[in-house]
């Protein structure tokens, strides 16, 4: 599973710096960054401390905020696969830096889970 459903509430509960569903949430808006980027898209001046500010969510949100997050990293998997060459200087750097970021805030996830399951 992707990212398994600890429940609204508890997405919310790990005191730290911030919260499952804000590393959820700016998971969701790296990625969809990410994409507009690699399909050379304009990406404008992006807000990273925007990406942070949802700390709390009801259960409705916290769902459409998974399959949200599902969805960008199941569009930029797709991008990144169908890539015929590494054409442009940056493809590889690029994506070893998403490759980290990602696994990044996917072990925050994973380490807050386990503090919220021992709760």
């Keep these: 599973m992707f990212l398994p459903s600890p429940g609204a509430s508890r997405a919310r509960d790990v005191q730290s710096r911030s ?34 500010k949802k700390q709390c969510v009801t259960k409705s949100e916290w769902e459409t905020l998974r399959s949200g997050c599902r969805q960008a990293y199941t569009d930029v ?17 690029d994506s070893l830096a998403i490759l980290a ?19």
């Excluded at 960054?33 to 399909?39: A, H, N, T």
């Excluded at 304009?42 to 401390?49: F, R």
């Design 77 to 93: 998997l797709a991008v990144v696969k169908g890539m015929d060459a590494w054409d442009r200087p940056d493809d590889v750097t």
């Design 19 to 52: 919260t499952i569903a804000a590393h959820v949430s700016h998971l969701c808006f790296y990625l969809s960054v990410v994409l507009r980027s690699i399909r050379s898209e304009a990406v404008g001046k992006i807000d990273w401390k925007e990406s942070w």
């Design 101 to 119: 970021h990602t696994a990044y805030h996917l072990g925050a996830i994973r380490l807050a889970l386990g503090v919220v399951r021992r709760d």
